[in-house]
């Protein structure tokens, strides 16, 4: 099987992934967008790169220039691995170890910025809560799009599986079939 056919076969699969983790830190970026809001509307003090883009810009445009700025350093670092991801199926010796490897890599890194943004969020929902403002709203979001990011996060994790089970039966790859 040549190279090409090996990116054209998993290019659905890696798409979807690209597109699942993209969605999961979507969901997570909605709802702490919702617990900002509500913090900089209880005047509240939110970290100086944030409040310097809500000077300049006002409330609503600072605080989503503020998480797409946060979110563009996630897709930048997502596409790299996923393109690494590809890269890897098409590697002469040992490609199973490679594309098993950085299948793990995507996984824990969307893991850990999944995990990390929903502290974030449980951080600022514990500080409106701390300051007497209602939470309901901010809390129930969460956890809906938290439930959303996970669905997707999961999906992700399972599209990732059958893609190495797919490169694994499609002709049994060797590396005499490589170029």
């Not at 998993?10 to 979807?16: A, G, M, P, S, V």
């Not at 996630?74 to 299948?103: D, H, P, Q, T």
């Not at 600022?124 to 939470?135: A, E, F, K, M, P």
Request: charged residues 10%; glycine residues 6%.
């Amino acid at each position: 099987m040549s190279s090409r056919r090996l990116l054209i076969t998993n290019f659905r699969e890696h798409l979807d992934v690209y597109v699942l983790a993209s969605a999961s830190n979507a969901f997570l970026t909605v709802s702490q967008y919702l617990a900002v809001s509500a913090a900089v509307a209880s005047y509240l003090p939110v970290d100086p790169g944030t409040s310097a883009l809500i000077a300049s810009y006002g409330r609503v445009p600072g605080i989503a220039l503020a998480l797409l700025l946060n979110s563009l350093a996630f897709e930048g670092i997502l596409s790299v691995l996923v393109v690494v991801l590809a890269l890897s199926a098409i590697v002469k010796s040992g490609w199973r170890l490679a594309y098993a490897f950085s299948s793990m890599v995507i996984s824990a890194f969307v893991g850990y910025w999944l995990g990390s943004r929903f502290l974030v969020i449980l951080e600022w929902i514990s500080t409106l809560q701390t300051n007497r403002v209602d939470i309901s709203s901010s809390y129930s979001s969460l956890f809906w799009f938290g439930l959303g990011a996970t669905i997707c996060y999961v999906l992700m994790i399972l599209i990732l599986r059958k893609s190495y089970g797919k490169l694994g039966r499609d002709e049994h790859v060797t590396s005499k079939d490589l170029p």
